[in-house]
């Protein structure tokens, strides 16, 4: 049998954040879905997290992780306090413990499965995961023997600067036999820099107790403070790009560029400097992204291209050009071939093939035909100060520049708009429609004018 726990209750004060640290959030995930993540691979019988600070909130952000079991530490008195929790949810249990710190994320799922079987082949009491770092300021030191059997641990803080030159230092991760530690559990002194309950007392009195050096260290990099944060954001970012290019992305400048762990692309995908991607995003086969987008919850089929534009929580189908400078808010979706140009921003609409809106427009809560020609200036008056309106657009019409569709309103098919018009009323297919005010010219004007300003003066 074997029972997981991730210890989750700390405030994480170094962080110097409203938000519990294990909240925080590394590529789109918080640190502690990641923690629980790497561990699903391994499917554990028993899913426990120890919660204290901001229990209710950390509960509330895992809800709908199935099978998992929280369990309350309060006060917050240390790692081995909060393993203390378990002693009463855990009795009886008989099998292994991996024991996994809430704030070390990037951990990959074969390394945790290395480490079980590690553990089940030595017979060890306990086997934890180690790493050599060249700063190992405020990681616990391990001091072992040269078969990899742990004497101690010792905390950074409670180290004398002889101890501190050890570079051996404890990633936070152990896999405990259940029973053995539950009998030593209750022993532990807060005889300590902190006064506090440590986890890693433990080892000492745990025998045979096993060390396993992790091959890549910023595996086992732990976060205190946003410095930490920045660097396993930056590892990870690392990661996902050098995925996507074995997958066959290329990258004009990687390191300019983020992604979200549920990015996808499609092959040959060029991604020029300065673009994000976010959330459950979607880039189709042969598409070219950038320099400089925002790209978040979309999809975008085959061929696509996207310059210098933000796209939110909108489809883009297969050919479409968007950008320079366009804004596809929620809601959007826009069919095969359209044109989005410059300074154009779009929501809660949808485009039927091959529609133009190239320049200065405003489509919201629009409903377009195919092949719909939208004027330089074009703007759905969408809302009348209380509620949101429709306008429907025929295939094949065009609006002239500086066009105004006050909704509701619907504009049937082949449909023109003379430039200028603030239209009201609904316009039949085919016809023509006008509203602005009829051109008065006034011939000699100008003259009439100084004439009659020098009488008055005369
Ligand atoms: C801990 C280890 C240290 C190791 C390092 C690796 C101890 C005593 N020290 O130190 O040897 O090198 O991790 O990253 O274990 N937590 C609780 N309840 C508490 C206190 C902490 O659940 O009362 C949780 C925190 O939310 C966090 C984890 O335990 O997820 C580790 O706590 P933290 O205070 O960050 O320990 P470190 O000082 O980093
Ligand atoms: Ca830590």
Not at 178 to 198: C, F, H, I, R, T
Request: proline share 4%.
């Amino acid at each position: 049998m074997l029972a997981v726990a991730v210890l989750a209750a700390g405030k994480g004060t170094r962080m110097k954040s409203a938000l519990p640290k294990v909240l925080q959030p590394l590529a789109g995930a918080t640190l502690v879905e990641r923690v629980l993540d790497s561990c699903r691979l391994l499917s554990p019988d028993r899913q426990l997290m120890v919660v204290g600070h901001q229990a209710e909130r950390v509960e509330r952000t895992l809800a709908r992780v199935e099978g998992l079991e929280f369990i309350r530490q309060e006060p917050q008195n240390g790692t081995g306090h909060a393993v203390q929790q378990l002693l009463e949810p855990l009795a009886g249990f008989e099998g292994e413990l991996l024991v996994l710190n809430g704030d070390v994320p990037l951990l990959r799922p074969e390394t945790l499965d290395k480490l079980l079987s590690r553990h089940r082949e030595s017979g060890a009491a306990v086997t934890l995961l180690s790493a050599r770092l060249a700063d190992p300021t405020g990681y616990g030191r391990i001091f072992a023997d040269w078969t990899g059997q742990v004497e101690a641990i010792v905390e950074h803080r409670d180290c004398n600067p002889e101890q501190r030159r050890n570079d051996l230092t404890n990633a936070g991760i152990y896999c405990f036999d259940w029973a053995k530690l539950a009998a030593v559990l209750p022993q532990l002194s807060s005889d300590n820099d902190q006064g506090e309950l440590y986890l890693t007392d433990t080892v000492a009195q745990l025998r045979p107790a096993m060390h396993l050096e992790v091959i890549d260290p910023d595996e086992v990099a732990g976060i205190n403070d946003r410095q930490q944060l920045a660097h396993c954001e930056a590892v990870l970012q690392d990661r996902l790009r050098r995925h996507w290019m074995a997958e066959g992305v290329t990258f004009i400048d990687p390191a300019s560029c983020t992604l979200s762990e549920q990015t996808r692309f499609g092959r040959d995908v060029l991604v020029e400097p300065q673009c994000h991607f976010r959330g459950a995003t979607t880039v189709g086969d042969g598409c070219r992204i950038g320099p400089g987008c925002l790209i978040e919850d979309s999809h975008l089929g085959d061929g696509v291209e996207v310059l210098h534009s933000v796209l939110r929580d909108s489809r883009v189908a297969g050919g479409c050009l968007i950008g320079p400078f366009a804004h596809l808010r929620g809601g959007t979706d826009v069919a095969a071939g359209c044109r989005i140009g410059n300074f154009v921003e779009v929501k809660h609409s949808r485009l039927g093939e091959g529609c133009k809106a190239s320049h200065l427009s405003y489509l919201g809560d629009a409903e377009l035909g195919s092949d719909v020609n939208i004027g330089a200036g074009t703007i759905t008056a969408n809302f009348d100060g209380v509620r949101k309106h429709r306008t429907v657009i025929g295939s094949g019409s065009k609006t002239g520049a500086n066009s105004v569709l006050v909704a509701p309103i619907t504009l049937g098919e082949g449909v023109t708009v003379g430039a200028g018009s603030t239209l009201t009323k609904d316009v039949p297919s085919g016809a023509l429609a006008l509203g602005r005010a009829r051109q008065l010219v006034k011939e000699n004007w100008t003259a009439d004018l100084a004439r009659q300003q020098q009488g008055v003066a005369g």
